[in-house]
């Protein structure tokens, strides 16, 4: 399918997998709204984006705060002159043992990548529903498909994405609104390289630029077809 004049929504689009994502789809000629808390990351990502011909818009804004959620969202869906793509990236690793992680910590982890997801998502909704379609890529983990030690936060989190993803994909497929659950493993980015989860090393981890191909090309697929939920992992790490 060709994408180009559609517009997306790209949480956590400053920087890591959600910046590598928003440079594709400019590239397809989509314009594109990126959101973050670091205004300075989403200035110079929004210059590179330009760079590519489409239009790009930011918006600064915790995805933990609900109000400021539909707030920036809706600001950016009336900049754009609606919302056909969502991607949700935002998220956090903070990984440690579950006695010596604090609760404040867990509670945030949860916070932020689950409550991220619902609040981003549902303030889009009225966007896709008033075009009368749309897709919505949730950003999950394969940490959300087994917990592992050490990760009992970040892994919680991302398995209720799977879960409340797959429950959006049920109910919203009814109004041509497919909805997408991934389920990376391990990527290059400041995340993983700062967790320790990885060395980064492009020769042979999978990088951003790979999850950015593979996000393109599900968006890219027929609308009668969709991919409700898929994984990708390095091949020989
Ligand atoms: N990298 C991996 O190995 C991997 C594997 C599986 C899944 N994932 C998932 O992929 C997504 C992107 O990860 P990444 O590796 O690109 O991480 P990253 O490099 O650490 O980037 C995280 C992004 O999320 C934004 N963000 C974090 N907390 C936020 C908050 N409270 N409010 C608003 N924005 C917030 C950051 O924006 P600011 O800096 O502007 O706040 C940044 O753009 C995450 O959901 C992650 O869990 C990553």
């Known amino acids: 399918m060709n994408i180009s004049g559609k517009n997306a929504i790209v949480t956590g689009g400053g920087r890591g ?3 590598a994502v928003a440079l594709a789809l400019a590239n397809e000629g989509v314009h594109i709204a990126i959101t973050g808390r670091n205004e300075e990351n989403l200035k ?5 984006i330009k760079n590519l011909g489409v239009n790009a818009v930011y ?5 933990d705060d609900e109000a400021e959620v539909k707030k920036g969202i809706e600001s950016l869906g009336e900049e754009l002159g609606g919302v056909d793509i969502l991607i949700n990236n935002a998220g956090i690793g903070d990984f440690g043992s579950i006695e010596e992680m604090s609760s404040e910590t867990w509670e945030q982890v949860i916070k932020t990548n689950l409550f991220g997801v619902y609040y981003a998502a549902k303030a889009v909704y009225p966007f896709m529903k008033a075009k009368g379609e749309g897709d919505i890529v949730n950003v999950s983990s394969t940490a959300g498909l087994k917990g592992g030690p050490n990760m009992s936060a970040y892994a919680a989190s991302k398995a209720a994405v799977v879960s409340l993803s797959q429950s959006m994909m049920a109910e919203w497929r009814k109004q041509n609104i497919r909805v997408i659950t991934l389920t990376p493993s391990t990527i290059a980015s400041d995340m993983s390289i700062q967790g320790g989860l990885t ?13 950015a191909e593979w996000v393109r090309d599900i968006l890219k697929m027929n609308r009668r077809a969709l991919i409700a939920n898929a994984s990708i992992f390095s091949t020989n790490p």
């Open 59 to 63: 918006a600064v804004f915790n995805v």
């Open 44 to 48: 110079h990502t929004v210059e590179e």
């Open 199 to 211: 060395d980064g090393n492009p020769d042979k981890v999978l990088q951003p630029e790979d999850f």
């Open 17 to 19: 997998l959600g910046k």
